[in-house]
């Protein structure tokens, strides 16, 4: 790369190879170019969130695409591809624009960090080429930020917050102090559940932000603990989360005061155990043990990757499923027939039923509210959860009326 | 209720003593880089693994042997020291003779390595590890609650950190180890087997870090990334204590710890920065850092 910018020469003959090149193609296929459809996981495969996406997510793609092909014979191949975008958001926009640029990668899904999301909805947007985001949890995505190749898929802060913090104050805890991981999740998480929490009686006496990622939380504990709050509202996540439960008991700030983890996945259960987790509540758009169809799938997923699945893999599973199902309805990989393909036809798997996604991108679905077991309680091994309440698709996600998106039309 | 700075008096107490408890943690493990540094010239990156490693081991023993928290605290370090030796035998002999930078590279290189291999096999959420049953429970000190085990953290790295000072400062072992430091040659005309003594240095200070990480399992989610997050800090504090000071390590490391807890009474955004604000304004006014000496 560093020959080619040193010498414009070189470089304008790349662009008219390039130039080229997509012409030939463009005219030698009508409908999905390059007979392949190339889907890029970039996802997080080092840092705190590999875990509950990482090669999990790599293995719940590649499950929808045996699914797929099981089931429909179509005259093109699928290909793909994964890399590690390392929660930084100019490393995933650099490798996203080298994927559409040189890989001919039709879309690019996961993006488990915010930052990263945010960066390459911008470049497929540019690139006119699809986003599928599963981890990413911001409600920006679907906001302030929003744009018209990019869908979101699993849950948002706002879903999360929503189903937590409503339960929370409904059992009592009326006054709240926030743990916040100081970035554009951490605070979107934070104002998020502060809303609901007002809108529904309680009230919050204050925050405190802690740079990402710690290791030490004890400081901020104890500041949360002499605000006197009921509840401690954590929001963060990944190990930020499970060290700040654990430091929480440690310094006998729990049991006097509660904690509602507002962003935990089943990993994070799984790594702290249920005697340090017990009876909290959490939200989340899948639990593998939920039903016949759920138990089936996490069974497939756990025979590759030794671990149940987060609803981040189960999600992302869903996403593709349901993109390459769209590829076949357009009988084309265009990004804008895709996309209407996409909007058109409702989700329909274990993950979700009658799912929809809406014209900021957002794919509402059911959410659950679920309590952690005891540990007498856990029968077998990842007999993690109690589903207190399914939260309808409507009640869900944040009304299209409050929404800041410039697609939805008022 | 008294309070400085419109912060209760309380609460500024609390970090204070937090502060100690975390520093405590930089001071053992500045201090095993300090002694690295110091004897052998070679800036050891792979001290973050290594402390990671110890809480491994510590949690591996407790997991499938059985072996409990008190036993780890004697067999991990040796354990990390073991293998602190043959890293020093089969890699690191080699580079003494040449610039920091081929130490620094090798190590790092291994510590991406051993960081590797251990979030493959283990994930990155982190496993749990309990505190033992003695140190369980909290003491009300009037202005906090501070948990029995991290009072015992502070006590073992004190204990162990001035014993490594009495050890190198004023006893005779410690000046075989200062006269191979400087000037080997000599030293081995005098009939000190200066190798030896340079491969249980580094044995001994990667030991050190491994203990850091047997007594922060109890305290941390034992996770692979636990070094990478610690390491850049104890770098700074190493730089700032000026680089093979001992005493320095040890003071600088307790202080930036209670810098640190005092900025997240202030300004919790910047408490993971301040340590390196402290560490650019030491080097504008003593670039040798705060106890060195300049050569």
């Not at chain 1, 917050?161 to 951490?186: C, E, I, P, R, S």
Request: net charge neutral; proline share 3%.
């Amino acid at each position: 790369m560093k020959n080619i910018n040193k010498n414009p020469l070189a470089l304008a003959v790349c662009a008219a190879f390039g130039l080229a090149g997509s012409l030939v193609t463009a005219s030698a296929q009508a409908q999905v170019s390059d007979n392949v459809v190339r889907i890029g996981v970039l996802t997080d495969m080092s840092g705190a969130y590999s875990d509950l996406a990482g090669t999990g997510s790599v293995v719940a793609t590649q499950l929808a695409i045996d699914d797929f092909k099981a089931k429909n014979k179509v005259s093109w191949a699928i290909e793909v591809v994964s890399a590690d975008h390392q929660n930084k958001g100019d490393i995933s926009s650099n490798k996203a624009r080298e994927w559409f640029d040189r890989d001919k990668v039709d879309v690019v899904t996961d993006l488990v960090t915010t930052s990263t999301a945010l960066a390459v909805m911008k470049v497929a947007k540019e690139k006119n080429k699809i986003a599928l985001i599963s981890g990413a949890a911001s409600t920006r995505i679907t906001n302030e930020d929003c744009n018209d190749v990019t869908v979101h898929w699993t849950y948002d802060t706002y879903a999360v917050a929503n189903g937590t913090a409503k339960a929370v104050v409904k059992q009592g805890g009326k006054t709240w102090f926030f743990l916040t991981a100081d970035y554009a999740f951490g605070q979107s998480l934070e104002k998020d559940a502060t809303d609901v929490v007002n809108a529904n009686g309680g009230k919050v006496l204050g925050a405190v932000r802690h740079p990402f990622p710690g290791s030490d939380f004890s400081s901020f504990l104890l500041k949360a603990q002499s605000s006197g709050a009921q509840v401690i509202g954590l929001a963060n996540a990944g190990t930020d989360t499970t060290n700040s439960i654990k430091q929480a008991a440690e310094f006998g700030v729990t049991p006097k005061q509660s904690l509602a983890g507002l962003l935990m996945f089943i990993t994070d259960i799984h790594s702290l155990g249920l005697a340090t987790t017990q009876t909290m509540y959490l939200t989340e758009a899948f639990y593998w043990d939920r039903n016949e169809e759920t138990r089936a799938w996490s069974k497939r997923f756990f025979d590759k990757q030794r671990k149940m699945p987060t609803m981040v893999q189960a999600g992302l599973y869903s996403a593709t499923l349901h993109y390459l199902n769209a590829v076949k309805a357009a009988n084309s990989d265009d990004t804008q027939k895709v996309m209407a393909a996409m909007k058109k036809a409702p989700v329909n798997d274990f993950f979700a039923k009658n799912g929809t996604i809406r014209e900021d991108g957002r794919m509402v679905h059911d959410m659950y509210l679920m309590q952690v077991k005891k540990p007498d309680e856990s029968k077998y091994p990842w007999d993690y959860y109690n589903v207190r309440q399914t939260i309808p698709a409507a009640e869900a996600f944040q009304s299209l009326a409050a929404s800041k998106c410039s697609l939805v039309k008022k | 209720m008294t309070e400085i700075f419109g912060i209760p008096i309380q609460a500024l107490m609390g970090q204070l003593m937090l502060g100690l408890v975390n520093g405590s943690f930089y001071a053992m493990l500045s201090l095993g880089l300090a002694v690295i540094f110091g004897m052998l010239n070679i800036i050891n990156f792979a001290h973050g693994a290594m402390y990671m490693a110890g809480a491994f081991f510590a949690w591996m023993g407790l997991t499938y042997w059985g072996i409990g928290y008190w036993w780890s605290l004697i067999l991990v370090p040796l354990t990390v020291g073991v293998v602190g030796v043959i890293i020093e035998r089969t890699m690191l002999q080699w580079l003494y003779q040449l610039d920091h930078l081929y130490g620094l590279l090798l190590t790092f290189g291994l510590a991406l390595m051993i960081e590797g291999a251990f979030r493959y096999f283990y994930g990155s959420s982190g496993l749990p590890y309990s505190i033992p049953e003695e140190l369980t429970g909290a003491i009300n000190l009037g202005f906090m609650f501070l948990p029995k085990y991290r009072a015992w953290v502070v006590v073992v790295s004190l204990v162990v950190c001035l014993a490594t000072w009495f050890v190198i400062e004023k006893t005779k072992l410690g000046a075989y180890l200062r006269a191979a430091t400087e000037n080997p040659r000599l030293t081995q005309a005098f009939g000190i087997n200066v190798p030896l003594m340079v491969m249980l240095t580094y044995g001994f200070g990667v030991a050190l870090a491994g203990l850091g990480g047997v007594l922060a399992a109890p305290a941390y989610a034992v996770s692979p990334l636990m070094g990478s997050n610690l390491i850049i800090v104890v770098f700074a504090v190493v730089v700032i204590g000026g680089m093979g000071s001992i005493m320095g390590s040890i003071l600088t490391g307790l202080s930036l710890g209670v810098i640190e807890g005092l900025t997240k009474v202030f300004y919790a955004e910047a408490s993971n920065t301040v340590v390196f604000v402290v560490m650019v304004i030491v080097l504008m006014i003593r670039p040798a850092g705060l106890f060195g000496k300049e050569k």
